[in-house]
């Protein structure tokens, strides 16, 4: 039987890396059990009772991990599960997104202890890194004074060459030729003195939902989230595909024919800034701030066209996708009104329904769980992940 993403746990390794990879499989394997015995940890990572002893000690050194009460009531020794640590680490979120900045903070329980958002016509440099640093700031203030050391770092999750499209919100020249010779990461981590971690915003969001996913969580997906533009993610064996620069699957760039028979980006007809560039071309008042506080009824009849078109764009993009990448789930999220976002889902399935298919099935699309809260809680995780859980190589070298 196939395990999904986060749980292939395999027998132990004869690496350098050895003690550590030990380590990270017990950690998965208290993550992914709620609550599991010593020995159940044995049968699951393949390791022997004394070394899986010899970790759990260290883990719980460590504030990694705690005993809970004994369960009684079986033949033989009380077994003793052991859990997760929630205060064991924190990491910070931060999504700079088109129009608008959200950051938080969340424990290693999944607790998110303060969240943030302030929404902008557009990003400017100088603002982000003068809110970021203050508002970091604030939430390592939220933790009791004795945990800050265990504030790990921030994940920070931002569009892909941010200075060159965005003169497409109104936003000066100047502005973006300031963004192409800024350098975010090494900002942040000056005046943060935290580690940073770079992804692209899609990327993020992409993870985040994917953590959200029941157990077992699908080991190939494609994921959708419509926002400013569309970003966008895929999950490959399940891993993060994020190609050599961290910037791959860039699905919202992929053309597609709208329904005037033109070709055109997914970008440019599923985005709120299509439905935007509908609106003004309308001569109507376009909405300003967070669209889950628009009055979406007044948008009509452009809102139903727009997701009309915008579900056709989608459906496209998923299938042509499979054409280059085996998954069985597509997800689709927004950062609209839920009902919203489940009106346009619903459309990207019937209009995948009506799309011929070849030498593969038809994805299940289904509707994600984070939405608007998606890039900045993919963000906080991944350094989590990385630093905690991760069994590739190249993340294990703290």
């Known amino acids: 039987m196939k395990k999904g993403a986060f749980e292939e746990l395999p027998v132990r390794m004869a690496v350098k890396g050895l003690r550590q990879n030990n380590e990270r499989a017990v950690m998965s394997a208290v993550a992914f059990g709620g609550g599991v015995s010593a020995a159940e940890l044995a049968r699951t990572t393949g390791l022997g009772a004394q070394t899986v002893a010899r970790i759990v000690n260290g883990l719980e050194a460590r504030s990694l991990v705690y005993r809970g009460e004994a369960r009684r009531g079986q033949r033989g020794q009380p077994a003793v599960p052991i859990y997760i640590d929630p205060v064991g680490a924190y990491s910070i979120g931060c999504d700079i997104g088109w129009r608008s900045l959200t950051m938080l903070i969340r424990d290693m329980g999944g607790q998110v202890l303060h969240e943030y958002r302030i929404d902008y016509p557009y990003p400017n440099a100088k603002f982000i890194l003068s809110e970021v640093t203050?508002?970091?700031?604030?939430?390592?203030?939220?933790?009791?004074?004795?945990?800050?050391?265990?504030?790990?770092?921030?994940?920070?999750?931002?569009?892909?060459?941010?200075?060159?499209?965005?003169?497409?919100?109104?936003?000066?020249?100047?502005?973006?030729?300031?963004?192409?010779?800024?350098?975010?990461?090494?900002?942040?981590?000056?005046?943060?003195?935290?580690?940073?971690?770079?992804?692209?915003?899609?990327?993020?969001?992409?993870?985040?939902?994917?953590?959200?996913?029941?157990?077992?969580?699908?080991?190939?997906?494609?994921?959708?989230?419509?926002?400013?533009?569309?970003?966008?993610?895929?999950?490959?064996?399940?891993?993060?595909w994020e190609g050599p620069t961290g910037n791959s699957a860039n699905l919202g760039s992929m053309l597609v024919t709208d329904s005037n028979g033109e070709q055109n980006f997914v970008h440019m007809i599923a985005s709120i800034h299509a439905l935007e560039q509908r609106i003004a071309a309308a001569g109507r008042e376009v909405p300003v701030g967070n669209p889950l506080d628009w009055d979406w009824a007044a948008l009509e009849p452009l809102a139903s066209a727009w997701i009309d078109d915008a579900a056709r764009a989608i459906a496209k993009a998923i299938a042509n996708t499979a054409a280059v990448m085996e998954f069985d789930d597509a997800v689709v999220d927004g950062i609209m009104p839920r009902a919203i976002t489940e009106r346009l889902v619903n459309r990207v399935r019937d209009y995948t329904e009506r799309l011929p298919v070849m030498t593969s099935d038809r994805a299940r699309i289904s509707i994600g769980h984070r939405g608007a809260r998606a890039g900045a809680m993919g963000a906080a995780l991944k350094p989590m992940f990385e630093r905690f859980y991760s069994r590739d190589p190249a993340d294990m070298h703290d």
């Open 134 to 240: 203050r508002v970091v700031e604030v939430m390592i203030g939220l933790v009791p004074e004795q945990l800050r050391s265990r504030v790990i770092g921030i994940g920070v999750a931002m569009p892909t060459d941010i200075g060159r499209n965005i003169g497409r919100l109104g936003a000066p020249l100047e502005l973006a030729q300031y963004w192409r010779d800024f350098d975010l990461v090494g900002e942040l981590t000056r005046s943060t003195r935290l580690r940073v971690r770079l992804l692209n915003d899609g990327n993020a969001a992409c993870w985040g939902e994917l953590a959200a996913q029941p157990p077992p969580r699908p080991s190939n997906m494609v994921y959708f989230l419509i926002g400013t533009f569309v970003g966008a993610g895929l999950i490959a064996q399940g891993k993060l």
